[in-house]
């Protein structure tokens, strides 16, 4: 199973940023998809998720600006980052879970940074 995040990097506050997740090694429309970050000196929190049936979840702090999405032929999860603030600067991290086991899997984390 492998997980490969990508699209971070640098960006002005108020831009915008679309993070991807590649994934093999599963049949990745079974699973639920999701984004977690950990900003420096802080513990990993959940930011969004999707289920197979399409159910969302956001987390407070970026309702309304992300956008996650997901392509089950390609394999492939999104989160879609716009208005970004610098509170946003972390590690991105793709998880993949199959509800009801212990299938969850974890990508490699990709940075993104905003400056003020």
């Known amino acids: 199973v492998q997980l490969q995040a990508s699209g971070g990097g640098l960006v002005q506050a108020g831009g915008s940023l679309r993070l991807s997740c590649a994934a093999s090694g599963i049949t990745f429309r079974r699973y639920t998809v999701a984004w977690y970050r950990q900003a420096p000196g802080k513990q990993r929190e959940s930011v969004a998720s999707?289920?197979?049936?399409?159910?969302?979840t956001y987390s407070d702090s970026v309702l309304g600006r992300f956008t996650i999405s997901r392509d089950d032929d390609k394999k492939m999860g999104y989160l879609q980052m716009n208005n970004l603030k610098p509170e946003d600067t972390a590690v991105y991290y793709c998880?993949?879970?199959?509800?009801?086991?212990?299938?969850?899997?974890w990508g490699q984390g990709t940075l993104v940074t905003v400056s003020s």
């Open positions: 999707l289920s197979r049936s399409s159910t969302t």
């Open positions: 998880n993949t879970e199959l509800v009801g086991t212990t299938n969850n899997f």
